[in-house]
């Protein structure tokens, strides 16, 4: 069997818009709101680079129904430059980009094969001995066991399944073409090219079987590096290496803070958490959400003093990286039972205030018209109005009780 290699790729999900995500920085939203584009352009570019045999492109081309034909258009153009260089393109239909609402269509380069999504389709690549098989999703729902109508292997090929699936279950990732490990090795292929979980994994061994996970993160639950897997196979055996594609980046860091820490103290606390994360990022942008979380004795006025901890970690973050900004600070302090206190005067029971607010049921509608009324004045932002009120009602109540008691208290 010839040696060759390729890239699988999954959930480029082209078209897809950032979410909450506000920053005041013009320029750093832009680069973050192009990064999806600019992944993928950077697969293509490793592909060509790698000289690789073929690509595979399991499910999710498409976040979705086009608002127009700018993001098939920017997929056709890109996906031509493999043709020119003679790299043909293995792709299925996931449940964003399935046939049901996907309906507009581009005609594809030469050398772009589509997996059909009436039943499961054979593609072989015979100067290499290479058989892909897979099934694109007609509906967005699809609750079928679909690799176990997946042909046996060609005899003689390196078999390779493709399939956008959940497995038997990737919280929080919904329920699609559900299956078992066992199922796919019941196939008896070599390789299975999975989508659908947008974070990497080695499902198995042997047969090897993995999820790529997505080119880019969009959003906070989506962090860490992201790409795609090159994969090599000599004498039929496969083996893989991950290729880092995202352009921005998004991460999630608690800083722990002790009762007796001083402000110096808890940026510097914060400085050296981020040092691994900084140069693992390289020149990319990264959108951090910093919680910090603990005790301390002026854990009410910190809270209070929102805006000025986050100008003085945001501060902070960039003596770290040019690039690091802050997506959301979470301040969970709390103060020690010995420092709650009141002034001996005061009548008011704070606790009691709160707590007959929690109760009301119709305050989440009164939230929710307030809300409505001052996102309106918010200055831009890429999903602003999302981030800047993206807290539970509990949360709010939170904040509410931290700040009445830091102003009582002082």
């Known amino acids: 069997m010839t040696g060759f290699r390729f890239i699988h790729a999954a959930d480029l999900h082209l078209g897809s818009p950032l979410s909450g995500l506000a920053l005041k920085d013009r320029q750093i939203a832009e680069r973050f709101a192009a990064a999806g584009r600019d992944a993928f352009t950077a697969l293509i570019d490793c592909a060509i680079d790698s000289a690789v045999d073929f690509m595979v492109i399991a499910g999710d081309v498409y976040d979705g129904a086009w608002r127009d034909n700018s993001v098939g258009l920017f997929f056709n153009r890109e996906i031509a430059r493999l043709s020119r260089v003679e ?82 279950g990737r919280p929080p990732h919904a329920v699609y073409a559900p299956c078992t490990p066992a199922d796919l090795a019941s196939r008896g292929y070599d390789y299975w090219a999975l989508g659908h979980v947008h974070a990497f994994e080695e499902v198995s061994a042997d047969p090897l079987t993995l999820y790529p996970g997505n080119l880019q993160g969009r959003n906070i639950r989506e962090t860490g590096d992201k790409g795609a897997v090159l994969v090599t196979v000599e004498d039929g055996r496969p083996r ?50 910093l919680t910090l979380e603990g005790r301390h004795d002026d854990a009410h006025r910190m ?8 100008d003085d970690l945001q501060a902070a973050c960039q003596r770290v990286h040019a690039d690091l900004w802050l997506e959301k600070l979470v301040i969970a302090v709390e103060a020690p039972a010995s420092s709650r206190r009141l002034p001996a005067d005061s009548d008011l029971d704070i606790e009691a205030m709160i707590d007959a ?31 800047a009120f993206s807290g539970s009602r509990a949360d709010l109540l939170a904040e509410a009780r931290a700040i009445l008691s830091a102003r009582l208290e002082g």
């Open 87 to 168: 790299i043909p393109v293995y792709f299925l239909r996931g449940n964003h980009d399935a046939e049901s609402i996907v309906t507009r269509t581009i005609a594809m380069p030469e050398g772009v094969h589509e997996f059909s999504t009436r039943q499961p389709e054979t593609f072989t690549i015979e100067p290499l001995k290479v058989a892909l098989h897979g099934q694109g999703f007609a509906d967005r729902v699809a609750g079928d066991n679909l690799a176990l109508a997946y042909p046996p292997a060609v005899p003689g090929h390196f078999n390779i399944g493709v399939l956008h699936t959940s497995l038997s």
């Open 357 to 387: 607010l929690a109760d009301n049921e119709g305050l989440d509608a009164e939230i929710g018209a307030l809300i409505d009324e001052i996102a309106v004045k918010l200055p831009g932002g890429v999903g602003a109005r999302d981030e």
């Open 303 to 310: 809270i209070a003093a929102h805006g000025e901890w986050h």
């Open 240 to 289: 893989y290496e991950r290729i880092i594609l995202d352009r921005a980046r998004f991460e999630a860091v608690t800083v722990a803070i002790a009762p007796e820490m001083k402000e110096s103290d808890i940026l510097q606390a914060v400085e050296t958490a981020l040092a691994a994360l900084a140069e693992a990022a390289d020149a990319r942008p990264v959108a951090l959400r």
